[in-house]
């Protein structure tokens, strides 16, 4: 397996060690990170050989190669290691982070595989759109291009399946609902009695007399008199 595939492994990947994890403390998690079965642990670096030579720590500074260092602490839960290469006693290299977060080992990414990742789940996003879009394009030669949606058909379905009577022969039935309950109510309306034929007779006979009365004579109009020079 080659080495970009063994750290994408670790980078998915946890440990944790249930016996030590109501003990921990900053004094011995190092200890805790450098148990056999942790598969982020190296087991050439100088703490390995620190260890079997029951030295302390301060002997790291004066080798030369990978080691691991307790680089923060924020007790109960949170524990920072970092694996580096020495080179010097004043000089070396970070090659790795690991966090201990409530007993349980993570490795950290680095800032290259934090933006690829980003990157490649931006770009199958935008992947995945055209192949979708591309999915609904249609053409032909007389019409050219339109687009045609599968699920369009099955929407307009289930609409229609959810349209309610009343929707579907609008308000028809609520008309008939509402006659039924409040039906129609229809009042007579009382006629006048008629006046007698001889009084109908006596005032058609009155404007008759009125309009055989002679006018009065109409004056003549005045005299037009020639005026004098």
Known sequence: MSAIDFRDNLLGISWVDSGWVPILNPGNVLDYFSERSNPFYDRTCNNEVVKMQRLTLEHLN??????????HAQEPILYIIRKQQRQSPTQVIPLADYYIIAGVVYQAPDLGTVISSRALSAVHGIQSAFDEAMSYCRYHPSKGYWWHFKDQEERDQVAQELDSLFQRHRVDTLLLDLRSKFPPTFYQVKKEPEPPAETVRQEEREPATKSSAPAP?????????????
Do not use: D, F, H, T
Request: aromatic share 4%; proline share 17%; charged share 25%.
């Open 217 to 229: 004579p109409s004056k003549p109009p005045p005299e037009k008199r020639a005026r004098l020079q």
């Open 62 to 71: 004066q080798m030369v190669g990978v080691e691991y260092i307790l680089l």
